[in-house]
């Protein structure tokens, strides 16, 4: 009967990800805030208080989450693991840094904050050092998850982000061991807090030594079976038995299997087994994300609003506040601190172990621990958010910086030059060209790693939006010669050839087209004349296999000529028929 009421609840989660995970994913709110909210839904703190009322709503609910939990725990691990496979040792030894320094100090100065503020608004010293310590860490699993959602984990902030959580997974043993302190008398927390450490760092050296000695060979003799299904099971039983000896040594058995993959990475099989993992992670991570949901109960959060509402802001702002002094003093750049802060402010899935084991040893009252744990819950479901705001402030704060290093600040008097609008390969081979026949230009580009990169070449590039005639204006725009759009992104093409024709109607325009239907939209917005990407690239091919055949050079050239004119023909003939041309609309 039991095996029926697990798999009752099984179903009950997968009905609820069908619908509520692809609602999110439609309206771009990402994937882990769905599985949050549907496990709000279906726990017994959202829809199990309308059982008593509305008995259908029992078919509905998962009563107890904790039947699920070991296999959210799986997700932590398979996640955990597949980004060790992707950073491996060497590439580990870049974040070592931020690791130790900014990791470190994150710990250190969030515990501190809210041990002291707690003790200011009157808690006792194990209830705020307990608080300190729970809500100090932050969730590895939706903080990762988010950012390989908005693809930024191998940004500066996801090499950030990872450090730090590395380091607080690793103090999961000095925490727990100083819970464990705090319940007897007399104990001493500091030699308890450098032997939790030391103790990590030699379970930590352990696994790397043993798995070293033992995995590669293991791995190779399945790999020479040539059976698939035995490299998965050998890889599963090497994530779980990592996981399980970190975690009987007191450490996040998340660490475990993140070293399992950092073994692993070093292996020719690496790229095979993200693949096969990929669904197993998935599925047990949706299962974890939901569990963190069931845990918050909507009825004594909405009787308590004011409480938790103020509790959870006053957390945010301290973990900000710490997390962003930690990230300068490690010599982080403004805008990475600012992101990574963001990113960090919730708290995260070790808290509930903290709180459970401090109630059991009556170190912090339970009904503090309960609303502790809702705070801390709660956090967890604001991280994306948090890390959305945090990506946004950190984009705005580089455009400045750039705006400011590299921007236009005044018409500088040019004349009779040309303006060339994005300055990627293609926009530099056209300054080059122009260059070596002494004619002036100026680019513009809001990518500030292209913008660095020309004005150290002695280029004339400035940090802007092709886009905004007010800036092409600062750049001459009325007295220059033509206009190049050679943007990557066609949208911005598109609106860089409008901008111009609305401002100076008879100004020349030329344009990069990706593709002949985008040609055909540059030339309907006013584009003078159009270079589709597609043509030039046939031609050149055509140029090759004509040498090939043995056709003098003159002769090649001639007839890519008349090939080349005999396309632009073409495509000036479509846009001139009414047939095959539509009004188009540039948003502004």
Same mark, same amino acid.
């Given at each position: 009967?039991?095996h029926?009421v697990?798999?009752r609840?099984?179903?009950?989660f997968?009905?609820?990800a069908?619908i509520v995970v692809?609602?999110?994913?439609h309206?771009?709110?990402?994937?882990v805030l769905?599985?949050?909210i549907a496990?709000?839904?279906?726990?017994?703190?959202g829809?199990g208080?309308?059982v008593?009322?509305?008995?259908?709503?029992?078919?509905?609910?998962?009563k107890d989450?904790?039947?699920?939990?070991?296999?959210?725990d799986l997700?932590?691990?398979?996640?955990?693991?597949?980004?060790?496979l992707?950073?491996?040792?060497?590439? /580990?030894?870049?974040?070592g840094?931020?690791m130790?320094g900014?990791?470190?100090?994150q710990?250190?100065l969030?515990?501190?904050?809210?041990y002291g503020v707690?003790?200011?608004?009157? &808690?006792?010293f194990?209830?705020?050092?307990? &608080?300190?310590?729970?809500?100090?860490?932050s969730?590895?699993?939706?903080v990762?998850q988010?950012? !390989?959602?908005?693809?930024?984990?191998?940004?500066p902030?996801?090499?950030t982000?990872?450090?730090v959580l590395?380091l607080?997974d690793?103090m999961?043993?000095?925490?727990v061991?100083?819970?464990?302190?705090?319940?007897?008398?007399g104990?001493?927390?500091?030699a308890?807090?450098?032997?939790?450490?030391?103790?990590a760092?030699?379970?930590?050296v352990?696994?790397?030594?043993i798995?070293?000695t033992?995995?590669k060979p293991l791995?190779?003799?399945a790999?020479?079976?040539?059976n698939?299904t /035995?490299?998965?099971a050998?890889a599963?039983l090497?994530?779980?038995?990592t996981g399980a000896?970190?975690?009987h040594?007191?450490?996040?058995?998340?660490? =475990?299997?993140?070293?399992?993959g950092l073994?692993l990475?070093?292996?020719e099989?690496?790229?095979?087994l993200?693949?096969d993992?990929?669904?197993?992670?998935d599925?047990?991570l949706?299962?974890?994300?939901?569990?963190?949901?069931?845990?918050?109960d909507v009825v004594?959060?909405? =009787?308590?609003?004011?409480?938790v509402?103020?509790a959870?802001a006053l957390?945010?702002?301290?973990?900000?506040?710490?997390?962003?002094?930690?990230?300068?003093?490690?010599?982080m750049p403004?805008?990475?601190?600012?992101?990574?802060?963001?990113v960090?402010a919730?708290a995260? %899935?070790?808290? &509930? !172990?903290?709180?459970?084991?401090?109630?059991?040893?009556?170190?912090v009252a339970?009904?503090?621990?309960?609303?502790a744990?809702?705070?801390a819950?709660?956090s967890?479901v !604001?991280?994306?958010f948090?890390?959305?705001?945090?990506a946004?402030?950190?984009?705005?704060?580089?455009?400045r910086?750039?705006?400011?290093a590299?921007?236009?600040?005044?018409?500088e008097?040019?004349?009779?030059?040309v303006?060339?609008?994005g300055f990627?390969?293609?926009?530099a081979?056209?300054?080059?060209?122009l260059q070596? %026949?002494g004619?002036?230009? !100026? =680019?513009?580009?809001?990518?500030?790693?292209?913008?660095e990169?020309?004005?150290? %070449?002695?280029?004339?590039?400035?940090f802007?939006?092709?886009?905004?005639p007010?800036i092409?204006?600062r750049?001459g725009?009325?007295?220059?010669?033509?206009?190049?759009a050679?943007?990557?992104?066609?949208?911005?093409?598109?609106?860089m050839?409008?901008?111009?024709?609305q401002?100076?109607p008879?100004?020349?325009?030329?344009?990069r087209?990706r593709?002949?239907?985008h040609?055909?939209a540059l030339?309907?917005l006013?584009?003078?004349?159009v270079v589709p990407?597609a043509?030039e690239?046939s031609?050149q091919l055509?140029g090759?296999?004509?040498?090939d055949v043995?056709?003098?050079?003159?002769?090649i050239?001639?007839r890519l000529?008349?090939?080349?004119e005999?396309a632009?023909?073409?495509l000036?003939e479509d846009?001139?028929d009414p047939?095959?041309?539509r009004?188009?609309?540039?948003d502004?």
């Open positions: 009967m039991e029926v697990d798999a609840q099984l179903l009950v997968l009905i609820a069908g692809p609602l999110f994913q309206l771009k709110l990402g994937v769905g599985f949050l496990g709000i839904a279906v726990g017994p703190g829809f208080h309308l008593p009322l509305y008995p259908i709503f029992g078919y509905a609910t998962i989450a904790s039947v699920m939990q070991g296999l959210g997700g932590i691990m398979f996640l955990l693991f597949t980004i060790g992707e950073l491996s040792f060497a590439k /580990l030894g870049s974040v840094r931020l130790v900014a990791g470190g100090l710990v250190a969030s515990t501190a904050a809210i707690a003790a200011a608004l009157g &808690f006792q194990d209830d705020s050092l307990v &608080f300190g310590m729970a809500l100090a860490l969730s590895t699993a939706i990762t988010s950012l !390989v959602e908005r693809q930024r984990l191998g940004a902030v996801g090499r982000a990872l450090g590395i607080q690793m999961v043993v000095p925490i061991i100083i819970v464990g302190i705090l319940g007897q008398e104990a001493s927390v500091g308890s807090l450098i032997k939790g450490i030391a103790l760092a030699v379970v930590v352990a696994v790397v030594v798995g070293r033992i995995i791995m190779r003799l790999g020479a079976t040539g698939r /035995l490299l998965i050998l599963l090497i994530i779980v038995g000896i970190t975690s040594a007191g450490l996040s058995g998340a660490l =475990g299997a993140f070293l399992a073994l990475s070093e292996t099989y690496r790229h095979q993200d693949v993992i990929e669904p197993f992670r599925l047990f949706g299962l974890f994300f939901m569990t963190v949901g069931m845990t918050i004594a959060v909405m =009787g308590q609003l004011p409480l509402l103020g959870l957390l945010i702002s301290i973990k900000l506040a710490a997390g962003y002094v930690a990230c300068r003093l490690a010599w403004r805008s990475v601190s600012i992101e990574t802060t963001f960090l919730g995260g %899935e070790f808290a &509930f !172990v903290v709180f459970t084991l401090a109630a059991r040893d009556n170190v339970p009904d503090l621990t309960r609303l744990a809702t705070i819950a709660l967890m !604001v991280t994306p948090l890390g959305v705001i945090g946004r402030l950190a984009a705005y704060l580089d455009k910086r750039n705006q400011s590299h921007g236009v600040s005044a018409d008097g040019y004349a009779d030059h303006i060339i609008g990627g390969r293609f926009g081979t056209v300054a080059n060209l070596a %026949e004619i002036p230009y !100026v =680019g513009l580009d809001l990518n500030a790693e292209h913008v990169h020309a004005k150290a %070449e002695g280029q004339t590039v400035f802007g939006d092709a886009t905004r007010e092409l204006e750049l725009g009325a007295r220059a010669r033509s206009f190049v050679t943007p990557d992104d066609a949208g911005v093409a598109e609106k050839v409008a901008a111009v024709r401002r100076w008879d100004a020349v325009v030329h344009a087209a593709s002949l239907g040609a055909r030339l309907d006013g584009a003078t004349d990407e043509l690239g031609l055509a090759l296999i004509l040498a043995g056709l003098p050079d003159d002769a050239d001639q000529s008349v090939a080349r005999a632009r023909a073409q000036r846009f001139s047939a095959t041309v009004p188009r609309a540039i502004d």
